[in-house]
């Protein structure tokens, strides 16, 4: 994208026309522009060659001292794609403020970006922080047929922050909300009968700018025939330069725009010497030319002499920078020569368009190349240049543009190119068409089986790559995978070509995860991090980092997941500081980790970050899995109505996919916080209307969906029916080494034991579950439980049983008053005068202040002293205050 051109499109035209001595000034028309910098939007709407373009580019000019950012966007036929647009519009911004909006360029260079208005939510946030004024400029904003836009844009209207003014150039009104704005007092329209020149204007164009002698009547009857049309009284000029006829030439000037422009073209070209005019029709195929572009174009030497030459005689060449290097044609007039060009030359015009696209390509303009092959009507080539340059456009996020190409070239080309075949199917997928997608990965499939023109070694690795992509469209639908068919082409692809290699080894780790065999994903996993690293894919580093971090929590390794997602958070942090979209992933694996160590702060802090960046980015499920662990930490935090209002967001994410599992999980999560609140009788209605049963046969990944169904039995007093499902849940989770289940499995079925009175087993159950979790640190697995957990730890302390790790849960335990105490935390509850007593030993008062303060005896007093003692199993009134600390009895 930043290519030379990108900077002749963000040139101010006022740094040109600043340097032109005689320019006809229009004082009135620059009033009505000061008066639209309090509103919205300036709208400057008039036919071809009115001047709009001047106008506006030397009101901005004199506005230059007055510290007023301005942008500048020239559009083009080509910024008819989204992201190509807004990229653009960014980089228009950045002429004014340095720096501003790199959030979001660097968000439209992703390979998904996120939709419009996330972009613009970004931009809007980062200039209402600004305290300059800014103009940004949308020159030609005609040009813009894509409605995505328009909507785009109507989005930046309605929330336009008050340092931004909008400024739209056109030849056709917009389609956005104009009889809102004028409703408002929002905008500021300039249209034809404003831009035409008045008859004092013409007097001084012809004098000043043209340099021409003419009688008032001469002047006044060009003013009245031209209607004040710049274009119109531009070309009279151009034509009467020279002649000694001038009172016959202005009494047959006559006729309607079009006829003027056309007769006058007539006119201009024949004065032109025949090399100037043939280089003039056959660069007008060209939006912007340069001295070699033109030469390659034209064949002919001196073409940047030509250029200096056309912008001194004012023959509607307009330059793009300061150095005299790009310029392009008013358009009006290149149309008029294109008209011309296919009238006098039409077998020259795909030649020339060839020629185009070969100059492009050698200067690595591969947009432009690809336009003018297709306009050579060279398919070939346009297949050909697509297929060189498509890897860089999906990384940049320019979908639209390369999905209309494919589009647009004929079947039989991009059959008869299995890459390009390729190229088309990722274009499908990026663009939302997810049937198209597969259908395709399909066909190229049929076709690379059947084809033996390939050499074996591409063959090879195409099917490597499009049952990469099979599987990966499989992983999406929760499908099974078939690891050893991914395994045989694995071992099939290159040595050299780790791009496909990766691709696999991802796609065969899923299918491992998928299969309970975390050992097998983690070492797959690794080999395509591994991949990544040597091919410096940082984006797919990062990804791949994500998900061995996440498989080293379902592991249990607490600690490690947390290291590598702290590496993984790093890699996805761009220079600036900001985090990358892709940084979610090791901001959810954090939130979750901290959230098991019973950190609310820390775990609400990165998992609304990662929720945060999922609504920058439009990927909605980064929103969702944020979403499920955050609904968790609010209930922790107290804020039932937020936890639930967060849940609900997931379920309705989930709900949209129409994925059974998703949403499956989903709603056991929503149960298990009902039953975390005892909200038994919701928590039944899940289990009714849900099709689990003890009896199920189960798979690996619904492990989640299997214990809240076991905690529902324990709570309706069914602990047998819970034992019987964890009897075969145990097993699947320690064979698949997800240790984390293991723990909460222990836990349930020390809870079930406990439901059926048997204490012994109980105990036993719940210190294999410390046993386990104690190196790592596992809290909420056990708090999570409520008070029964509560219960059962404080018979393990009775055992001695890990004694500062059990101390550790029972401080965590939720406190709300003595007999929730009393049930949960203490083996018998301090009563409430014995609260009383404590919170008072506590200041640090005597035994006889506290009878005077209590008005009771002060052998009550030591009566209660030595009860709370005995509670608290401490030996003095000094550990005393700090275990009751550590238990929340006191603050």
């Not at 009135?28 to 060659?49: E, Q």
């Not at 307009?318 to 077998?347: M, S």
């Not at 145990?730 to 034991?753: C, K, N, T, Y």
């Not at 190196?775 to 393990?796: I, K, N, S, T, Y």
């Amino acid at each position: 994208m930043a290519d030379v051109l990108l900077q002749t499109k963000l040139y101010r035209l006022a740094r040109s026309l600043a340097q032109r001595p005689f320019l006809v000034p229009r004082t009135h028309l620059n009033h009505k522009l000061n008066a639209g910098l309090s509103g919205k939007l300036i709208l400057v709407s008039a036919p071809a060659g009115f001047g709009k373009t001047t106008l506006v580019a030397a009101w901005l000019d004199e506005l230059g001292g007055k510290q007023i950012g301005i942008g500048w966007l020239s559009l083009d036929d080509n910024d008819n794609d989204p992201v190509r647009f807004l990229v653009y519009l960014v980089a228009a911004l950045q002429t004014a403020v340095p720096g501003m909006g790199e959030t979001a360029l660097h968000l439209l260079h992703s390979p998904l970006p996120p939709p419009a208005e996330t972009i613009l939510t970004l931009l809007i946030n980062e200039i209402s922080q600004h305290n300059q004024t800014l103009v940004l400029v949308l020159d030609d904003y005609h040009v813009v047929t894509v409605p995505a836009i328009h909507q785009a844009l109507t989005f930046l209207l309605d929330h336009l922050p008050s340092q931004l003014r909008l400024l739209i150039t056109t030849r056709s009104d917009p389609p956005l909300p104009l009889s809102r704005l004028r409703a408002r007092h929002q905008v500021v329209e300039i249209r034809t009968n404003d831009l035409r020149f008045s008859l004092d204007e013409v007097r001084l164009f012809f004098s000043q700018v043209m340099d021409l002698t003419l009688s008032n009547e001469e002047m006044a009857a060009l003013e009245q025939r031209t209607e004040g049309w710049v274009a119109g009284l531009q070309l009279a000029g151009l034509s009467m330069q020279g002649r000694d006829d001038l009172p016959d030439f202005v009494a047959a000037f006559t006729g309607s725009n079009r006829f003027i422009l056309d007769y006058l073209t007539d006119e201009v070209l024949e004065q032109r010497p025949p090399g100037t005019r043939n280089f003039l029709l056959q660069t007008a195929i060209l939006d912007r030319l340069c001295g070699p572009l033109c030469a390659a174009i034209t064949g002919q030497s001196g073409s940047q002499a030509i250029l200096e030459q056309l912008e001194q005689a004012n023959l509607f060449l307009i330059p793009l920078d300061e150095e005299r290097h790009w310029y392009r044609y008013h358009h009006l007039f290149a149309e008029v020569l294109r008209q011309r060009l296919l009238q006098e030359q039409p077998d020259l015009l795909e030649e020339l368009h060839h020629r185009a696209s070969i100059w492009h390509e050698q200067n690595t303009l591969l947009v432009e190349a690809v336009r003018h092959a297709f306009l050579s009507l060279d398919h070939e080539r346009a297949a050909l240049l697509i297929e060189r340059s498509a890897s860089a456009w999906l990384e940049a996020g320019i979908v639209s543009t390369l999905r209309g190409w494919l589009d647009t070239l004929p079947e039989g080309i991009i059959r008869a190119r299995p890459q390009l075949n390729l190229i088309y199917a990722y274009a499908l997928s990026y663009t939302g068409d997810p049937a198209g997608f597969k259908t395709r990965l399909d066909e190229i499939e049929q076709m690379l089986r059947g084809s033996n023109t390939l050499p074996a070694t591409e063959r090879s690795d195409l099917l490597g790559e499009v049952a990469a992509l099979q599987a990966r469209a499989s992983f999406d639908r929760n499908e099974k995978l078939d690891v050893g068919e991914l395994r045989a082409i694995l071992a099939t692809i290159s040595e050299n070509n780790t791009r496909v290699q990766g691709i696999l080894a991802l796609a065969i780790g899923h299918a491992e995860r998928l299969t309970g065999n975390l050992s097998e994903a983690t070492r797959f996993f690794t080999k395509a991090a591994i991949l990544a690293r040597k091919r410096g894919d940082k984006l797919q580093t990062v990804y791949v980092m994500g998900t061995l971090a996440d498989l080293e929590e379902i592991q249990g390794l607490l600690k490690q997941a947390a290291q590598t997602y702290q590496q993984t958070l790093q890699l996805a942090t761009s220079a600036n500081g900001k985090p990358m979209p892709i940084a979610a992933t090791a901001c959810i694996g954090l939130g979750k980790l901290f959230y098991e160590w019973n950190d609310q702060e820390k775990a609400g802090r990165y998992l609304r970050q990662a929720m945060e960046l999922g609504q920058q980015s439009g990927v909605e499920a980064i929103e969702l899995y944020s979403a499920i662990p955050l609904a968790l930490v609010l209930q922790a935090q107290g804020d039932i109505s937020e936890a639930n209002a967060m849940i609900q967001h997931a379920a309705n994410i989930a709900n949209g996919w129409n994925l059974p599992p998703i949403t499956s999980r989903v709603s056991a999560v929503e149960a298990q916080m009902w039953l975390m609140r005892g909200q038994w009788q919701r928590a039944s209605n899940w289990g009714q209307t849900n099709s689990m049963s003890i009896g199920d046969e189960i798979e690996e990944t619904s492990l989640t969906e299997y214990c809240t169904l076991a905690r529902l039995r324990i709570a309706q007093t069914k602990p047998d029916e819970a034992l019987s499902l964890l009897g075969r849940l145990l097993p699947m989770a320690e064979h698949s080494g997800q240790f984390r289940d293991v723990i909460e499995i222990l836990g349930l079925q020390a809870l079930a034991w406990q439901a059926q009175d048997s204490s012994s087993e109980a105990v036993t159950t719940v210190e294999q579950a410390l046993s386990l979790g104690e190196p790592e640190g596992f809290c909420r697995v056990f708090l999570d439980e409520g008070e029964p957990m509560a219960a059962l730890l404080w018979q393990a302390r009775r055992q001695s049983l890990y004694p500062g790790y059990v101390d550790k849960l029972l401080a965590a335990f939720p406190a709300s008053g003595s007999e929730q105490l009393g049930a949960g935390l203490l083996p018998e509850p301090l009563s409430e005068r014995e609260l009383e007593v404590l919170r008072l030993v506590a200041t640090g008062v005597s035994n006889q202040e506290i009878a005077g303060q209590l008005f009771i005896a002060l052998s009550t007093v030591k009566k209660h002293v030595g009860n709370i003692l005995v509670k608290l199993d401490t030996p003095n009134r000094v550990q005393a205050i700090a275990r009751a600390r550590d238990l929340g009895l006191l603050s």
